[in-house]
């Protein structure tokens, strides 16, 4: 059997532009920021050497070690949420596009009025990324690997 009797196989293969990749680059640090903070909650409490502390609830009103332990809970949901928004950006799910434009416009809503109304813990990082992860989840060409612009529609590109 000679090399032209062989079936050729076409594969297409789309190259994943470098802004998915730097989305989801974001979307992992942000991850490991967040894995780190309710690590550093629960640390502080005592609860990895220690266990559980006694007095979390006082009838069903936590304490403030309580509040803590809720604040780290929260922050090990939100790092697990961006692992997986990050994952499904590098596979180009349109859930993961959605799901990270609504977390980022969120982000910038209480950075914003973090900002306005004086905060002095106001982190401008996570208001810059934001921004910036708005933007390139905006691109043309990044709209239309996820499905969310067809690319037959109309746009400032082809009028160039």
Known sequence: MSLREIPQVKTRVEKRPIAITIVGLIAVIAAFGYFMRGFLILENLGILK???PDSIVIGIIPTEAGLQLIIGIYYFVVSISAYLIAI?????HRWSWVAFMIWSGFNM?????RYFYGAPESNYLYLFLSVVVAYILNLSEVQKLFGIQKPEEESYENYE
């Open 50 to 52: 220690n266990g559980m």
């Open 88 to 92: 499904g950006l590098i596979g180009a």
């Open 109 to 113: 809503i209480v950075g914003l009025t």
